[in-house]
T-cell receptor, first 112, second 109 residues
Framework: DVKVTQSSRYLVKRTGEKVFLECVQDMDHENMFWYRQDPGLGLRLIYFSYDVKMKEKGDIPEGYSVSREKKERFSLILESASTNQTSMYLC???????????FGPGTRLTVT | LAKTTQPISMDSYEGQEVNITCSHNNIATNDYITWYQQFPSQGPRFIIQGYKTKVTNEVASLFIPADRKSSTLSLPRVSLSDTAVYYCLGRAGTYKYIFGTGTRLKVLA
């Protein structure tokens, strides 16, 4: 069974902290995604990676960076967390040229 | 600017057919449109994808008109367990993935 795991289900951080969200997939997928989900706004793409060390900005990359050193792992980094980054963060993966994405359970991040 | 819109919420009774429409402009003409289901505290789960006309699987049907500016997810005979949020997804470019804002479906007994 395909699986995408995220390092934490719930996370509480203080303003200004550096935050790492980790995502691991076991399906040997080339594509990996980071989304944030907010009420009334649906899912918005932050960053997308189509291969190791390759990345593309999504709709809302400001305040975020990503790292993909290994195929199975995609990290989202908040360099200096702010309260407006309080949200649900979802990681997903897919095969290239395929729109079917497999999602992790999400990390609910609260920045105080 | 690519954009997808969906109704915010819908209510239905058990056993009824439910149709949820997503309007999308600037979706790539050579790409699939996909629908997802999301339960509370879970990530979205793939339901169905289609390119044009009609696609049916064991869970749902998907209708896409020739102009591909909209798509309609059809859930036959819904049950209480179909209560969830439903999202459409399309691509407006190679790396431009656009999710709809989601439709919250509530199935009533």
């Amino acid at each position: 069974d395909v699986k995408v795991t995220q390092s934490s289900r719930y996370l509480v951080k203080r303003t200004g902290e550096k935050v790492f969200l980790e995502c691991v997939q076991d399906m040997d997928h080339e594509n990996m995604f980071w989304y944030r989900q907010d009420p009334g706004l649906g899912l918005r793409l932050i960053y997308f990676s189509y291969d190791v060390k390759m990345k593309e900005k999504g709709d809302i990359p400001e305040g975020y960076s990503v790292s993909r050193e290994k195929k199975e792992r995609f990290s989202l980094i908040l360099e200096s967390a702010s309260t407006n980054q309080t949200s649900m963060y979802l990681c997903a993966s897919s095969l290239p040229q395929v729109v079917e994405q497999y999602f992790g359970p999400g990390t609910r991040l609260t920045v105080t | 600017l690519a954009k997808t819109t969906q109704p915010i919420s819908m209510d239905s009774y058990e056993g009824q057919e439910v149709n949820i429409t997503c309007s999308h402009n600037n979706i790539a003409t050579n790409d699939y449109i996909t629908w997802y289901q999301q339960f509370p505290s879970q990530g979205p789960r793939f339901i169905i994808q289609g390119y044009k006309t009609k696609v049916t699987n064991e869970v749902a049907s998907l209708f896409i008109p020739a102009d591909r500016k909209s798509s309609t997810l059809s859930l036959p005979r819904v049950s209480l367990s179909d209560t969830a949020v439903y999202y459409c997804l399309g691509r407006a470019g190679t790396y431009k993935y656009i999710f709809g804002t989601g439709t919250r479906l509530k199935v009533l007994a």
